[in-house]
């Protein structure tokens, strides 16, 4: 069917109805009809070469059903061309046979009558560019008007140059990408969901964001357990919360990615366990609801940079990573608010240049380490914990501390129970406790600082030293060390105490010696009982 130099103009319905047929549609006008053109799903034509003018519906009606085959759309000639999506547009797999594929063209215009989904089983592809972008819409611009662009199975789409909004009947997104396909999000803009702007979810495809903005969506971006999302490049503004993680046991190595700017809002507990990991990237915040905790029996990294800290906070801390609650100055963080970052059995945890508060609640500290795993802490800070900073608690793994502050902690900046640390370069300052340990648990005290702890630099609970201990004197004016219980040097066992340490003891306690006390001291600095 070949159409040229011709006008269908001022009729009821289509100017042009195509059904289940093909036609080459050249220099013609579309005017004052209903529809321009109604067309089924694998019809198209070269809209670009007609003029389309004050048709009441819309340009262009396209009817639901199954792409089954490679379709492009485009804009036509004339002011306000759109399609008008009136049933659910299925793009189907791809097949030995077939390859469906939909391509919207710079400037397309898809707008979807109420309810309706783009379900994407194929292949999408929609390119605008930064001054014609490819717009998605509802025929009305309300939240929740249309659903989504669903993306499913092994399908796949490249959406670059996007405005998607008012969808998220339903699905509750924007876009929902789920399945084996990829998904590539950029220069994008995500807004006015009635749910979320983009959610993923069992999606173990690729997926690639960078450049997007997510505004006045319920949630900015979701991603549900085992999802990751690595971008910070992206921005956000006026959703209710940025970037929602849902949580849950994870089966896949997981990396966190965020603009500093904005936060990761840990919705519920997240575990990692043996055999996977969760990377938290430089400069992006996590932030914790009441009593929430990130468990850790695999592996955590979390590795900042000077110029780009991690932070784990108190949801209600707008310090860092904006006002994650959106209550202005409604409310303000405090200890005790989450749970902790826990290393428990074989777990590890690598923490460099981060910044942990704000924790305590249960398990008494801002990190929890016990199990046989190792803990790695470095140029970090610790502090305001509801109880302790760093609690570790019959740990037979190595813990490496160095250059880090453990600072405003309720109890102790550093507890040990039963465990041995390496503590180099630390500073302890503005806590009840530096450290608090119990009789065989010790670290070289004179390789950090202690200032400004308001009970004693390092307390010591009773019982009885098993093992050779050394206690010395760290730095910082009027350290000392404060027995809060009876202690004794058992048998085989010797304690050995280095000039200028001071030992005060709390009231009827008492040191008793049944293997080797080694005190000596020196003239100016003497051991003080």
Known sequence: HAITNSSFKNNSSAGLALSNSAATVESCTFENNAWGLWQTVNEFID?????????SSAAVGVSGGH?????????????????????????????????????????????????????????????????????????????????????????????????????????????????????????????????????????????SFANNHY?????????????????????????????????????????WNLNKDYSV????????????????????????????????????????????PIFFTDVRDDSVGGDTNKDGEGSVPGAGWWWCLYVSDAGTATLDYCTVRYGGYSTGADIYKTGTGNLTIGNSTISNSSVDGLKINGSSGNHAITNSSFKNNSSAGLALINSLADVQNSLFSDNAYGVWQTPNSFIDYSLNVFSNNTVASVGVGGGTISSDIIWNRGQGDSFFFNLQGDITVGDGATLQILPGTVLKFNQYCYLQVEGTLDAKGFPGSPVVF
């Not at 809209?47 to 048709?55: D, H, L, P, S, W």
């Not at 008007?145 to 993306?151: Q, R, T």
Request: net charge neutral; with cysteine.
């Open 47 to 55: 809209y670009g070469a007609n003029t389309f003018a004050n048709n």
């Open 67 to 207: 792409i089954t085959s490679k379709v492009e759309w485009e804009p036509g000639i004339g002011d306000n061309f759109f399609f008008y999506l009136s049933g659910d547009i299925v793009v189907d797999p791809n097949s030995d046979a077939a390859k469906p594929e939909l391509s919207l063209a710079p400037g397309t215009v898809a707008k979807f009558a109420q309810y309706k989904t783009m379900y994407v089983n194929g292949s999408l592809n929609a390119v605008g560019t930064s001054n014609s972008n490819v717009i998605f819409t509802g025929t009305t611009q309300s939240k929740g008007w249309w659903n989504s662009i669903y993306i499913s199975g092994a399908g796949s789409a490249n959406l670059a140059y996007c405005n998607i909004g008012y969808g998220g009947y339903s699905t509750s997104a924007n876009i929902y990408k789920t399945g084996t396909g990829n998904l590539t999000l950029t220069n994008s803009k995500s807004h006015h969901s009635s749910g979320d702007g983009v959610r993923l979810e069992a999606s173990t495809g690729t997926h």
């Open 215 to 255: 505004s006045n969506n319920n949630y900015g971006v979701r991603i549900m357990n085992n999802m990751s999302y690595d971008d910070n490049t992206s921005t956000f503004a006026n959703n209710n919360v940025d970037l929602y993680a849902d949580g849950g046991t994870i089966g896949r190595d997981v990396v």
């Open 265 to 308: 809002y840990l919705a519920r507990d997240i575990t990692i366990p043996a055999g996977y990991s969760l990377t938290v990237k430089p400069g992006t915040v996590v932030k914790f609801p009441q009593y929430r905790y990130i468990g850790i029996k695999g592996v955590l990294y979390a590795q900042g940079t000077s110029d780009q």
